[in-house]
């Protein structure tokens, strides 16, 4: 009973750590792009095309289904759309929204795919010349969500930058002023977020969490 909670416990534990350890790597990875922007624009613009190509050779060679492989290529089309301005982004903009969207369309149009393969009939299977289709492993499914599907809307949401004023006029003078202003990462935003609501949290339960509470910055 005693090692029955003790692994609860660990789990919870382990859990916390694998989430602090998860929103560390978002915030450091969004302050390395802020320093790096051309180079990181280059490197996702390059890595969407390579992306793309790999459907395409998915549906040659792999017998992808071609309606899901081609609302997979206008969705990173669309994607690509959100680089005209990198690092900046509104996060109100039609072409941010609607990639939100796809990403999420992406998944579970995939995620039925693969969960539900197609099977031929019963007279098709009987025939001498027939072939079982391939069906892909576990490990196989996850590279292709991990490397296709989730890989380059991750790395927007960690690349792009809002400002404190998200209107267009604003993101024109932000534009001109990048020298002058440093911008925040939406990991960072949100990493941030998250933290503020955790300590004002803890703060009404009596807790303090935030070491620099009450310090002059």
């Known amino acids: 009973m005693i090692l029955q909670l003790l692994s609860y416990i660990g789990i919870v534990v382990g859990f916390l750590f694998l ?7 978002l915030y450091y990875i969004s302050e390395l792009v802020e320093e790096h922007s051309e180079p990181t624009k280059r490197f996702l613009k390059r890595l969407i095309y390579g992306i793309i190509a790999i459907f ?20 990173y089309y669309v994607y690509l759309q959100n680089l005209h301005k990198f690092p ?23 995620f039925n795919h693969f969960h ?9 299977r009987l025939q001498p010349n027939y072939k079982p289709p391939n069906i892909p492993s576990f ?11 989730w890989f380059i809307p991750f790395a927007l949401f960690v690349s792009l930058s809002a400002h404190d004023n998200l209107l267009p006029h604003h993101m024109e003078n932000n534009i001109d ?7 925040n990462g939406l990991a960072k935003v949100v990493v941030a977020s998250i933290r503020d609501y955790l ?10 969490l935030d ?4 310090t002059i910055v």
């Open 19 to 25: 989430v602090l350890a998860i929103a560390s790597g």
């Open 88 to 110: 900046y982004v509104q996060l109100t903009s039609p072409i941010f929204l609607a990639s939100c969207v796809l990403v999420i369309a992406n998944h579970f149009l995939w």
């Open 56 to 75: 395409i050779l998915l549906y040659l060679f792999d017998s992808f289904p071609f309606k899901l492989t081609v609302f997979s290529i206008i969705s």
């Open 139 to 149: 490990i196989e499914v996850c590279s292709f969500f991990g490397l296709c599907v």
């Open 116 to 124: 539900n393969p197609y099977i031929p009939p019963l007279e098709v």
């Open 199 to 208: 300590y004002a949290f803890s703060r009404k339960l009596g807790y303090e």
């Open 211 to 214: 070491p620099h509470h009450g």
């Open 177 to 183: 002023n990048k020298d002058k202003k440093k911008n």
